[in-house]
């Protein structure tokens, strides 16, 4: 995790720095979009928005930079033979920082894409796995140094699987609830259960 670090160190800071200034623009922007309304699910969508925008160029950020010491992008495309190999690293932080790591970075995306256009798991797992899948392309194209796998592409499509069901159960329970109290006779809050627009 420290190599990590030491290896997006000065990234990690610019890339929030960036990202934040873009997200506000962003959440702005889809604000004014929709007329500046006050309603909470053009709020909500803004929201999302400008996260979808930090999340981007974080992520660009870090699977695109060049690899401190790397020449070449080396190619895997033997499903689960990295995994097999991280499970067989002298350290622990190893599989940690790669399969901990891009299950986050594809876990947020899978719930932001749910979130945002309120798909299903499998549109989103869909779509996280097609991005998944150019980012690896553009990493061997740019010759970043970085290893270019199908067991990246794999863990991401689990981490947006993660994320995207997550969103999913919180709708059902979240409607789920709205329908208790809407039969109780508990006045509920208008916009509740709808979807962002």
Do not use: K
Request: hydrophobic share 55%; with cysteine; glycine share 12%.
């Amino acid at each position: 995790m420290t190599q990590l670090w030491r290896a997006f160190g000065d990234l990690v800071p610019i890339a929030l720095v960036v990202g934040g200034v873009v997200g506000v623009g962003v959440f702005l922007g889809s604000w004014a979009h929709r007329g500046l309304e006050r309603s909470r699910a053009a709020v909500g969508t803004a929201v999302v928005d400008a996260l979808l925008a930090i999340w981007g160029l974080c992520y660009l950020a870090v699977t695109l930079a060049p690899a401190a010491g790397a020449e070449d992008s080396t190619v895997q495309l033997v499903p689960l033979r990295d995994l097999d190999d991280y499970a067989h690293a002298v350290s622990w932080q190893v599989p940690v920082a790669q399969v901990g790591g891009n299950l986050v970075l594809y876990g947020a995306l899978g719930v932001l894409l749910a979130a945002r256009w309120r798909w299903g798991v499998p549109r989103t797992v869909a779509v996280g796995a097609l991005i998944a899948v150019v980012d690896e392309g553009l990493q061997w194209l740019l010759g970043t140094g970085r290893s270019v796998t199908t067991d990246d592409v794999i863990v991401g499509a689990v981490g947006v699987a993660i994320g995207a069901t997550v969103v999913v159960l919180a709708r059902s329970v979240l409607a789920w609830a709205a329908r208790r109290r809407a039969a109780a006779g508990v006045p509920v809050a208008a916009g509740a259960g709808q979807r962002w627009r």
